[in-house]
């Protein structure tokens, strides 16, 4: 059975700075990985010029062709804007319908549990994901209005908690090999990254400071959940 794989990420972008080695790997592999990115991204601009609808137009082709880049299978949307993510019944209800319309194994989703500050979206959309994951997606009298779009629950097996420089780690995935697709992606980002060097300098220490640990070359990090079925 292909395994099915959710990315659920705050920001355009995020996926592939903290997963994008993995994501390649995974989808070189047969997995089948689809995006859900829960902002537009229309605040992350240090130009003047820039207007928040045209950076959101921006991101969003970016994004997809880092998706594209890495084999993602489908990115969707959620449209909100930067800044804005609150833990509302409405955005859980959003992401427990996509995991039951698509039913992810896994769930890969931003770290909300890091002890040290990060941007507020990225918190959010972690404890909203695993949420939706647990118990949402799997009661049917949560959302009930799901099943008169024929969308059955559906219980998420286990998800991984994702982030650059993950503390306590318990899954580690080797990257040697999709580094470079990983790079590739990320230069996707023209809005977002620095110069190539820079970015290949950075995001090779990062990969090779967890793969040292861990005895292979570049790895990215995880932390594992598994649901109670």
Not at 95 to 121: G, N, S
Not at 124 to 134: E, K, M, N, R, S
Not at 150 to 174: F, N, R, T, W
């Amino acid at each position: 059975m292909t395994l099915k794989i959710m990315v659920v990420t705050a920001h355009p972008d995020d996926a592939e700075f903290s997963c994008g080695g993995s994501v390649a790997r995974w989808a070189r592999d047969g997995c089948d990985v689809i995006y859900v990115v829960c902002t537009n991204g229309d605040k992350g601009s240090g130009d003047l010029q820039m207007t928040s609808e045209r950076l959101a137009v921006i991101r969003e082709a970016e994004q997809r062709a880092a998706a594209r880049a890495l084999g993602v299978k489908e990115v969707v949307f959620l449209g909100y804007p930067d800044g804005s993510l609150e833990d509302t019944s409405e955005f859980r209800g959003k992401l427990v319908r996509l995991i039951r319309r698509h039913q992810p194994q896994r769930l890969v989703t931003m770290d909300p549990f890091r002890r040290f500050h990060y941007h507020r979206d990225h918190r959010v959309t972690g404890i909203v994901a695993l949420d939706a994951c647990f118990p949402y997606a799997r009661d049917h009298l949560h959302f009930a209005e799901h099943l008169k779009e024929g969308l059955l629950p559906h219980k998420v097996q286990e998800a991984y908690l994702s982030s650059i420089g993950m503390e306590d780690p318990d899954v580690i995935v080797d990257i040697s090999d999709t580094f470079e697709q990983k790079i590739q992606a990320l230069l996707c980002h023209a809005s977002q990254v620095p110069g190539e060097a820079v970015l290949r300098e950075r995001m090779f220490r990062f990969a090779s400071e967890v793969g040292e640990r861990n005895g292979v070359p570049l790895a990215e990090s995880f932390k594992r959940i598994e649901f109670r079925l």
